[in-house]
Nanobody, 126 residues
Framework: QVQLVESGGGLVQAGGSLRLSCAASGRTFSSHAMGWFRQAPGKEREFVAAIRRSGDNYADSVKGRFTISRDNAKSTVYLSMNSLKAEDTAVYYC?????????????????????WGQGTQVTVSS
């Protein structure tokens, strides 16, 4: 079982930056692929970024502005967000997939992940 706790959300002006963190419990963090998703009011949860051994993936809407990274020693994954736009306003969720599950999966699809955090609110004012 992995527990995920996001932090770092807040209110920022358009064009500003934020860095989200997601701290994972347990000693098997390095055995998990990690992802960030977001959900705006009235919209479905959407993929933002993912990091796994084969590399990183990003949604087209954030490519070039957001960067996902991880520190296995701290069991933490980060999402650095630059040039924020009003449309980036959402609750951001961290997700983890246990890589012992060898089934093929799409890192941009939410149901490929086993664990989820509670989310952190990001609000970008225009």
């Amino acid at each position: 079982q992995v527990q995920l706790v996001e932090s770092g959300g807040g209110l920022v002006q358009a064009g500003g930056s934020l860095r989200l963190s997601c701290a994972a419990s347990g000693r098997t963090f390095s055995s998990h692929a990690m992802g960030w998703f977001r959900q705006a009011p009235g919209k479905e949860r959407e993929f933002v970024a993912a990091i796994r051994r084969s590399g990183d993936n990003y949604a087209d809407s954030v490519k070039g502005r957001f960067t996902i990274s991880r520190d296995n020693a701290k069991s933490t994954v980060y999402l650095s967000m630059n040039s924020l736009k009003a449309e980036d306003t959402a609750v951001y969720y961290c997700a983890a997939r246990n890589l012992l599950d060898y089934r093929v999966y799409d890192p941009s699809v939410a149901n490929g992940y086993h664990y989820w955090g509670q989310g952190t609110q990001v609000t970008v004012s225009s």
